[in-house]
């Protein structure tokens, strides 16, 4: 029997030729057919919403107005999106991995397409 080779090892996540291990999670590599990278935009609703109050409110009293876009404008630049790894098999679709280091599920998504290129 063949030694497993390992593609990936870090945070929790493993890659092998024989199997994918997430979390507690074990998908064989084998199902496998093929994996995507997604981007999970936050929502912008609530910080437009206050930036429209805030302007508004600056005619009444500028410097609530001025404290609402200020906090919109933080809000904003606050949310950050999601990236998640979807892996394709026979039995459908599923959500695999989701986190916002975008770094880490390009280097996962790396290591699966390797460990099913290895596989054949």
């Not at 291990?21 to 057919?33: F, N």
């Not at 009444?60 to 809000?75: D, H, M």
């Not at 599923?94 to 099913?116: R, Y």
């Amino acid at each position: 029997m063949s030694e497993e080779k390992v593609f990936y090892d870090n945070r929790g996540i493993k890659v092998t030729n024989s199997r994918f291990l997430t979390y507690g999670t074990t998908t064989s590599m084998s199902g496998i057919t093929s994996v995507t990278k997604y981007i999970h935009k936050p929502s912008r609703k609530g910080p437009i919403i206050l930036f429209v109050v805030g302007l508004i409110l600056f005619a009444w009293q500028w410097y609530i107005g001025a404290a609402g876009v200020a906090l919109a404008v933080i809000w904003w630049m606050s949310q950050k999106p999601e990236f998640s790894i979807r892996l394709a098999t026979a039995s459908g679709e599923s959500e695999a991995l989701v986190d916002k280091d975008e770094k880490f599920i390009d280097d996962v998504v790396t290591a699966l397409n390797d460990a099913i290129v290895h596989r054949g």
